[in-house]
């Protein structure tokens, strides 16, 4: 993949212009923390990735998007693979004349189908983002690629909303929704208590119960909970914290807490997944 320049940062492959050696490819199919956004669209063959530890098959003319801080694992390569891919960070999302809602993921799905036209623009999207970045032999105006990567994400967004019947993009709960989860990510580690949420968000605590069981199904206090055990799972499987120190860096003051918490949320007790991760390193 090729970066524009240090300012604008968009990067996008496919596979006519896949990585150049068996070490990068190597080195880029090992789990790691994603610090921007990224896209792939499958035009044809089945693919399947590993997000937050949970397997994603993709096929023909599906999408996946993931976002930041998101414990990503890329597949090996697979023969007979048509695709693209784009990376892009929060800096490059700033330059952009709207938001994007849906990447908050607020319907809690993160892969998105087409119907035939609509695929038909976003690969057309996508070839000329990658004709701009990597065939282009002269220098492109950044507001080009703005413009295109503004496109295709108005597209993505437009769609993504399309499959909940009758949900305003600009619906009033659906943004503080989202403004929930922007808290919950900013703040995970504090742990901040539902009624601290809910007055900043400017809501009664009914309110945003009511709101938060609406888009994710569950409550707000569920919600954090799973979060901050998604973010446990991430920490044990790709760091070297002791679950001591893993409690306390998630905002825990007793470990015992957090290790009776954690196998009632997940099923697995937290020696468990340490010695699943050590097993795998001795592979």
Known sequence: MQEM?????VKINSDENPYQSADIEQKNTQPRRLASYFIVLIESGTITYKLDLQEIALTDGQLLFAMPNQVFTPPTKTDN?????????????ALLPQQFPFLANPLNSQTINF??????RITKNF?????????DNQPTDIEIVLAYLNSLLVELNITYFKSKEQT???????????EFKLVVETQLTQQPSINAIAEKLALTTNSL???????????PKNFLTNRL???????LHYSNLSVKELAYELGFNDPDYFSRLFKKCTGKSVSEVLENRQDLSRE
């Open 5 to 9: 320049n240090d300012k604008l940062k």
């Open 115 to 120: 119907d035939d036209t609509t695929r038909q």
């Open 127 to 135: 070839e000329i983002l990658n004709q701009i970045i990597h065939i």
């Open 81 to 93: 693979l048509k695709y693209f891919k784009i990376l892009f960070d929060e800096n490059t999302l």
């Open 229 to 235: 055990m998604i973010e446990a799972q991430r920490k």
């Open 168 to 178: 305003n993009i600009l619906n009033a709960n659906l943004s503080k929704f989202i």
């Open 209 to 219: 119960y009511r709101i938060v069981k609406e888009y994710s199904g569950t409550s």
